[in-house]
C-alpha cells in the first residue's frame, strides 16, 4: 500500500515536470525528494522516471530568470564553475562575482545579485536532480 501512495505521488510530480516549470516550480518539485531520499533508494527505482528528470534543462530556466538576456552556452559554462551552496544569508564570492560580470556585461549591482541567486539555484537543482536520477536509477 505504502509503495502504491508513493508510485502515485512520483507520478504526480513528474506530471507537474511534464506542464512546465520555471526555476522557482523546480525548487519546490525538488525539495520533498531530499527528505524521502532513502525511501526513494528502497521503494522507488524507476528508470523511465530517472530519464524524464534528466532531460530537465536547468540551464534554460535559469536563462528565464535572469534580469538579462545571456545565451545557453555561457551560461552553462559559468555554471560549470559553480558548486552547490546555501543561499540563505550568502553571497557571491568576489571571483564568481566577476565572472558574473564578464558574462553579463552591464548589470547593476542589484542585477548581479540577481543573477547570481538564479545561477545559485540553478546549480543547486542540478546538483538536487543528480541525485534524484541516481536513486530512482539504483
Known sequence: MGREVLCAWLNRQRERLRAGLDLNGLVHLLAPFVHIGGVVDELLNDEAAAREFASVDV???????????????????????????????????????????ETLPDLSELQVAQAWKALQTGVNCQEGLRRLVARLSD
Open 59 to 101: 540551464v534554460a530556466l535559469v536563462l528565464a530568470d535572469l534580469p538579462t538576456e545571456a545565451d545557453h552556452p555561457a551560461i552553462e559554462g559559468l555554471m560549470a564553475t559553480m558548486r552547490p551552496e546555501d543561499l540563505i544569508g550568502a553571497r557571491p564570492m568576489p571571483g564568481l562575482g566577476t565572472r558574473i560580470g
